[in-house]
């Protein structure tokens, strides 16, 4: 079965400074893997996503995270963030062979502080 | 496009008593996922629906917790009796297809459920 690690519970940072949120996963097969973000009092919303092809994925709201399959990781980094992007992040994986499950890592706090 | 709804927003109950949570999902999505989210952990799946019929609930403690999606389109949650350690957030997810694992889910805003 698969499971995700977000390795840093919480991560303050200042405005207009990069951030990277850790995320690795374990599977024994083909993985999809996904970032979603939960603004307060609301809903996870996709962040981005990659199924296949280029390894580097990006965001509309200019965050990307990159595929590293040896390194069994999907990291999301920002070179840039805003105070609006304080939110909590949530890494998630689902596996080619059990439809679409997603196995949900416990989320970084990121907070943006002016 | 209207998003997935739920309701109620906020429940509070006592332990031992009953509670029901209804879902609506966005028009014309064929699964429908049910989560908790208990205070500081990711969503974990209870339930899954592909239209009307149950496609996983090997999360669902199934002795207090119970679910059903009546033609395939809105869905209701419900516990009975409750515990204290049911206090979490439920969410409803809809998705087009048909339990692809490259499939979109579609969060809705929670029902956030304290037991005392």
């Known amino acids: 079965a698969q499971s995700v690690t977000q390795l840093d519970s919480q991560v303050p940072v200042f405005e207009e400074a990069p951030v990277e949120l850790r995320c690795n996963y374990s599977s024994s097969v083909s993985v999809y893997l996904f970032w979603y973000v939960q603004y307060p009092n609301q809903g996870l919303q996709l962040l981005l996503k990659y199924l296949s092809g280029s390894t580097l994925v990006e965001s509309i709201n200019g965050f990307e995270a990159e595929f590293n399959k040896s390194q069994t990781s999907f990291h999301l980094r920002k070179p840039s963030v805003h105070i609006s992007d304080t939110a909590e992040y949530f890494c998630?994986?689902?596996?080619?062979?059990?439809?679409?499950?997603?196995?949900f890592g416990e989320g970084t706090q990121l907070t943006v502080n002016p | 496009e209207a998003g997935v709804a739920q309701s109620p927003r906020y429940k509070i109950i006592e332990k031992r008593q009953s509670v029901a949570f209804w879902c609506n999902p966005i028009s014309g999505h064929a699964t429908l996922y049910w989560y908790q989210q208990i205070l500081g952990q990711g969503p974990k799946l209870l339930i899954q629906f592909q239209n009307n019929g149950v496609v996983d609930d090997s999360q669902l403690p199934k002795d207090r917790f119970s679910a059903e999606r009546l033609k395939g389109v809105d869905s209701t949650l419900k516990i009975q009796p409750a515990k204290l350690e049911d206090s979490a957030v439920y969410l409803c997810?809809?998705?087009?297809?048909?339990?692809?694992?490259?499939?979109?889910?579609?969060f809705g805003p929670g029902t956030r459920l304290t037991v005392l």
């Open positions: 998630a994986v689902s596996e080619e062979t059990s439809g679409s499950r997603l196995t």
């Open positions: 997810a809809s998705s087009l297809g048909l339990a692809s694992s490259t499939d979109t889910q579609y």
